[in-house]
Each structure stands twice: as structure tokens, then as C-alpha cells.
């Protein structure tokens, strides 16, 4: 099992930004997609970006412009530059990661973002 250790949450004001790490470790096994979802209480957990293994990126419309994904392969890091950052961006942030060849998903534990008004 592959266990993925988040860092980066914070509080920040309406406009700033925070850079959001997840390192992946635990497994000999190649990491495929990896990615940022984020859940606020009562509602349904939502993809904000994700990343192939050859750098392709998708992004959820709301996110597009200001977040920017990326990874370390050789680190079996990701990355999530928040910018421009507004109050309806506070949630909890997952990282999540597929490996191996039965493309088995980890998930992180999460790290909270807040963004004051």
C-alpha cells in the first residue's frame, strides 16, 4: 500500500496563494495518474486537478487559470500551486495516486486550506 504524506494547507487572505505537496512512498511499483481532490462537509468530494505520469493535466473549471498540477517523477512527489485564491476554495484537500499495473488508488489523509475574506 502506498502511503502519500500531504503539506501546505494553511490559512491564507482572498488573493494569496499556497503550494500544496504530496509525497508518495511505499511501493516499487510505477505511480500512474496522481491528483487533487478537495471536500467540504456535506458535500460530495470533487477533482480539482490531476496529472498523467507524461505531464498531460486536467483541471475542474473553477480551478482553471489559478491552480497549476505538477510532478517529480523521481521524487513520486505532486504539486498544487494555488493562486489567486478565494474564500470558496477552503475545503479539505486529498492527494490520490494510481500505481501498478491493476491501477490501485491511495488516498492521502488530507490538509485543510482555508481562505479568509
Keep these: 500500500q502506498v502511503q502519500l504524506v500531504e503539506s501546505g494547507g494553511g490559512l491564507v487572505q482572498a488573493g494569496g496563494s499556497l503550494r500544496l505537496s504530496c509525497a508518495a512512498s511505499g511501493t516499487r511499483l510505477s505511480i ?4 487533487w ?3 467540504t462537509l456535506g458535500n460530495e468530494r470533487e477533482l480539482v486537478a490531476d496529472i498523467t505520469r507524461g505531464g498531460s493535466t486536467n483541471y475542474a473549471d473553477s480551478v482553471r487559470g489559478r491552480f497549476t498540477i505538477s510532478r517529480d517523477n523521481a521524487k513520486n512527489t505532486v504539486y498544487l500551486q494555488m493562486n ?5 476554495d ?3 484537500y486529498y492527494c490520490k495516486v494510481e500505481y501498478g ?3 490501485t488508488n ?3 489523509r488530507g490538509t485543510q486550506v482555508t481562505v479568509s475574506s
Excluded at 500512474?32 to 491528483?35: D, E, R, T
Excluded at 489567486?84 to 470558496?88: A, D, F, V
Design 32 to 35: 500512474n495518474g496522481m491528483g
Design 90 to 92: 477552503s475545503s479539505v
Design 106 to 108: 491511495s488516498w492521502g
Design 101 to 103: 499495473s491493476w491501477r
Design 84 to 88: 489567486s485564491l478565494k474564500p470558496e
Design 37 to 39: 481532490y478537495r471536500q
